[in-house]
């Protein structure tokens, strides 16, 4: 009873709760057209550089890069939805190498989609897309370049109590810097990508069994001929006792290029903990490790072949190292300087994994190679320190440096100069996503 009589009594009511603080002031136009129309726009600059490119003394750049997405939405039934999305992007005051892509692509379709969904356990979407599976390692949009990519793909999703399960049928789209961008020509990706989380509290559990194919690649042997490939994998990741966790993946290769073999694997493994300090820091460890090929000319492949990654610092933020004939250590820190604010830093050993293949960039092409292995294995060592700031929806500022200094290996197969790589990033949505402020939700 005197629980009751003092909740209802004005004498012992509780304070009302204070109004919430203002949050960031809006820096967008509202892109809820209607209930069923929501458009998009966004801006995103960046301006970067290096020196030593090719790790070349005098092969220094700077320049500016920008992008336009516009993105439409339409809601005609609660089980249908179209999505567009249109890019331009382009690059200024380049002074060395091309203006083609990943700088540069005018006025271009990127993403052309319809969504079915037939209930809350299964969707089909149909047409140009974005593909992101994983930590992004083997298939990504890989959205850090100026014109990203996407496939021309149909994906059904089934998703259950174990999680979610996709399978899909893609081709690579090929930017043209000049004409309409295009898939196919022989290219194809099938696959199946599983992400169970209901097995173990705080874990995620993702095998996946992926296809490629391509015609016209050169053989071993000689010649050229068709590449079959099947890649077989397990990624997992989560939350480990005394604020610790971890990532791990491992992937193997088989299949064909005409009478070559393809026999290839990369693993990757990290572990990280948070510390009950301030600014929440993050100290983490990883070991990256992807197979080379020990003989060029024995018919089986043995360099493992990274497919459509977002390789953007995963193996370090100058983007000169990939997922290839490679074993990468490293070590740093992440804190939380507010919960806008974060910064990093973190330290990078490089070595091949075979001394007579070469080593690979992100993108997955040659850099240098010693064929006879007389250049030893040591690429080098790599420093980096990033930032970003968080202002809203609408705005987010990033910048870094990066500083890779040559190993024997590119001593001995290049011009041996340290790289170099800083930039300075800002993306602003300009349409859409503005908090509902003193107004009715259209969405």
Do not use: C
Request: proline share 6%; charged share 15%; hydrophobic share 40%.
């Amino acid at each position: 009873m005197l629980a009751l009589w003092s909740a209802a009594s004005p004498s012992f009511a509780q304070t009302p709760p204070a109004p919430p603080a203002p949050g960031p002031i809006p820096l967008a136009v509202d892109g809820g057209v209607t209930p069923w129309l929501q458009v998009r726009g966004e801006f995103r600059s960046r301006v970067e550089g290096f020196t030593g490119g090719g790790f070349s003394p005098g092969n220094d750049d700077s320049y500016w890069m920008s992008r336009f997405r516009f993105n439409a939405t339409v809601t005609p039934a609660k089980r249908l939805v179209f999505f567009v999305q249109a890019s331009d992007a382009r690059a200024f005051d380049k002074t060395t190498g091309g203006l083609a892509a990943p700088l540069r692509d005018t006025l271009d379709l990127r993403q052309a989609y319809a969504d079915v969904i037939g209930g809350s356990s299964v969707s089909v979407r149909i047409g140009r897309q974005e593909l992101n599976y994983g930590e992004t390692r083997l298939i990504g949009a890989a959205n850090w370049l100026n014109t990203a990519r996407t496939f021309d793909a149909g994906k059904v999703t089934f998703k259950s109590p174990l999680g979610t399960f996709d399978a899909f049928a893609a081709s690579v789209v090929t930017i043209d810097s000049e004409g309409f961008d295009k898939s196919g020509g022989g290219n194809a990706l099938y696959g199946t990508y599983e992400s169970l989380t209901g097995l173990l509290p705080k874990q995620t559990f993702e095998p996946y069994l992926l296809w490629r194919q391509s015609p016209n690649v050169t053989a071993e042997l000689g010649g050229v001929a068709p590449l079959h490939q099947a890649t077989v994998g397990l990624r997992a990741a989560g939350k480990l006792p005394a604020a610790f966790d971890y990532s791990t993946e491992v992937a193997v290769q088989r299949g064909s290029v005409g009478a070559d073999s393809i026999s290839a694997w990369a693993g990757h493994a990290a572990l990280g903990r948070t510390l009950a300090l301030p600014w929440k820091p993050r100290v983490f460890g990883e070991f990256n490790y992807a197979s080379g090929d020990e003989n060029p000319k024995d018919g089986v492949r043995g360099t493992f072949d990274q497919l459509y990654p977002t390789a953007h610092d995963k193996y370090g933020l100058a983007d000169q190292i990939g997922w290839r004939n490679i074993r990468h250590a490293r070590g740093g820190m992440e804190l939380r300087v507010t919960p806008k604010w974060q910064l990093s830093g973190s330290y990078h050993d490089y070595w091949l994994a075979s001394a007579t293949d070469g080593l690979y960039a992100a993108s997955g092409a040659l850099v240098a190679r010693s064929v006879t292995g007389a250049a030893g294995t040591h690429v080098g060592r790599e420093v980096d320190v990033q930032t970003s700031f968080v202002y809203s929806a609408q705005l987010q500022l990033a910048a870094g440096f990066a500083h890779l200094v040559p190993g024997e290996f590119l001593e001995l197969t290049t011009g041996g100069h340290a790289y170099s790589y800083p930039f300075v990033m800002a993306t602003y949505v300009f349409l859409g996503e503005t908090p509902a402020v003193g107004r009715r939700q259209t969405r």
